[in-house]
């Protein structure tokens, strides 16, 4: 079978092993693209820039929201000026028209918090809104 750079999810799909798959956008955005899987919907809050076409799941009446996202952590010590260097810089590294096109390109959009205490909340947040969920499951992080 031809690889485009699928992980296991996207290959079991491909080999019609299993009908659905929820997976990030980057990771099927190559497939979908070349006709080896169908994008159904998206589970973020407004239809993804790299799938205009792709309908939001609240439009088929189904209330699941998922946004995908990544962070910088860095050891709760580490001093104030420097945290607020890799802030400043993130920022500008997101901005840059090259990085902000490929990320686009992969289905993601490109944002930074506005603020470290922002992105803290943020994270403090999602870990709340998910561990009921998690915790249901009776998966664990040991």
Do not use: C, K
Request: proline share 6%.
């Amino acid at each position: 079978m031809e690889r485009l750079g699928q992980g296991i999810g996207q290959q079991i799909v491909v080999e019609n092993r299993v009908q659905v798959l929820f997976q990030s956008a980057r990771e099927v955005a190559e497939l979908a693209r070349v006709g080896r899987t169908r994008a159904l919907a998206v589970t973020v809050t407004d239809r993804a820039p790299a799938f205009p076409e792709v309908p939001i799941l609240r439009e088929a009446g189904v209330d699941i929201v998922s946004n995908g996202w990544f962070g910088i952590v860095v050891n709760a010590n580490t001093p104030e000026p420097i945290l607020e260097r890799l802030h400043r810089e993130t920022i500008a590294v997101l901005a840059e028209p090259e990085l902000a096109a490929r990320l686009s390109a992969a289905g993601s959009v490109p944002r930074a918090s506005a603020s470290n205490a922002d992105f803290a909340r943020f994270m403090t947040e999602e870990a709340a809104r998910w561990r009921p969920m998690v915790q249901a499951s009776g998966a664990s992080g040991d």
